[in-house]
């Protein structure tokens, strides 16, 4: 079982900069693969990123990709997403989740875990 708190999320201006945390607790951390998604209204939720349990293999989405960076601290327990250059339209609700499979997926549903969400709103 792995319980995800998501923070650091914020209203921001483009093309300044955010970093998202993810806390998890739960010994086996670090072998999940761990990942973000996003929700904005009216739309699907959408993958954005993820990390392996070591950190050797690293997804993200093409519209984010230059721009957000995935990290992850197994001794903390943590996962980051630093978002630089933040675009009105990266505006939506961050989730952090955990996926038991070793390899990197990009469908939500094949993730296990997930946290409550953090709000990231862009204006122009």
């Known amino acids: 079982q792995v319980h995800l708190v998501e923070s650091g999320g914020g209203l921001v201006q483009a093309g300044d900069s955010l970093r998202l945390s993810c806390a998890a607790s739960?010994?086996?951390?670090?072998?999940?693969?761990m990942g973000w998604f996003r929700q904005a209204p009216g739309k699907e939720r959408e993958f954005v990123a993820a990390i392996n349990w070591s950190g050797s293999h690293i997804a993200y989405a093409d519209s984010v990709k230059g721009r957000f960076t995935i990290s992850r601290d197994n001794a903390k327990n943590t996962v980051y997403l630093q978002m630089n250059s933040l675009e009105p339209g990266d505006t939506a609700v961050y989730y952090c989740?955990?996926?038991?499979?070793?390899?990197?997926?990009?469908?939500?549903?094949?993730?296990?875990?997930w946290g409550q969400g953090t709000q990231v709103t862009v204006s122009s």
């Open positions: 989740a955990a996926d038991q499979i070793i390899f990197i997926r990009r469908t939500s549903s094949t993730y296990d875990y």
């Open positions: 739960g010994r086996t951390f670090s072998s999940y693969v």
